[in-house]
């Protein structure tokens, strides 16, 4: 199947500090990318839905300006987490697909903020 | 915005049994999904059954959906230890795709 990464899988960084977050699909040309974070022991929570080449839609109460999210090319988005606080730590989990109806997870980045 | 809704939330079972997970939900779907998660691990992507689907089967799982009920099914037979995981259903409508809380699996050896 198809495979996506995701890097760092996993980040400690201190309060106040920005992390980015990269997500690729490595062998297949993904036209949506989608960006969620998962609390522990709950279900996961989409955050924004990006195309290619134009901005990301975000779900309703998350923040764009601390979620940034660009989706450059056809295999590459990345989020980035402005001014961490130690609320942001969390599990996050991009998905990308290509005009199907199927979305092929990365592994996830654990972000620690201390 | 809705989710599936899992039931039931954690299931303990011993290896060589089977393992019934459900799905409901309350609006129109195109398709619905289920994925599995080991623990610390990313989802994986388990099977898809379109809205005008029935039944569908992969290796040791099966999985139904009733439309009119609103509601799937996943069936494991014959289940192994490394079922362990957590198991959620996802709602896709139109771009849109939406997770339950999961379904928390223990498979005993």
């Known amino acids: 199947g198809a495979v996506v990464s995701q890097h760092p899988s996993w980040v400690i960084c201190k309060s106040g500090t920005s992390v980015k977050i990269e997500c690729r699909s490595l062998d297949f040309q993904a036209t949506t990318m989608f960006w969620y974070r998962q609390f522990p022991k709950q279900s996961l929570m989409l955050m924004a839905t990006s195309n290619e080449g134009s901005k990301a839609t975000y779900e309703q109460g998350v923040e764009k300006d601390k979620f940034l999210i660009n989706h450059a090319s056809l295999t590459l988005s990345t989020l980035t987490v402005t001014s961490a606080h130690p609320e942001d730590s969390s599990f996050y989990i991009c998905?990308?697909?290509?005009?199907?109806?199927?979305?092929?997870f990365g592994p996830g980045t654990r972000l620690t903020v201390l | 915005s809705q989710q599936g809704e899992e039931d039931p939330q954690a299931l303990s079972i011993q290896e060589g049994e089977n393992a019934t997970m459900n799905c409901s939900y309350k609006t129109s779907i195109n398709n619905l999904q289920w994925y599995r998660q080991n623990s610390g691990r990313g989802l994986v992507h388990l099977i898809l059954?379109?809205?005008?689907?029935r039944e569908k089967h992969s290796g040791r799982l099966r999985v139904t959906l009733d439309t009119s009920k609103k509601s799937s099914s996943l069936l494991i037979t014959a289940s192994r230890a490394a079922d362990t995981a957590s198991y959620f259903c996802?709602?896709?409508?139109?771009?849109?795709?939406?997770f339950g809380a999961g379904t928390r699996l223990t498979v005993k050896p």
């Open positions: 996802a709602l896709y409508n139109n771009n849109d795709m939406r």
């Open positions: 998905s990308a697909s290509w005009r199907t109806d199927t979305q092929y």
């Open positions: 059954i379109r809205s005008n689907e």
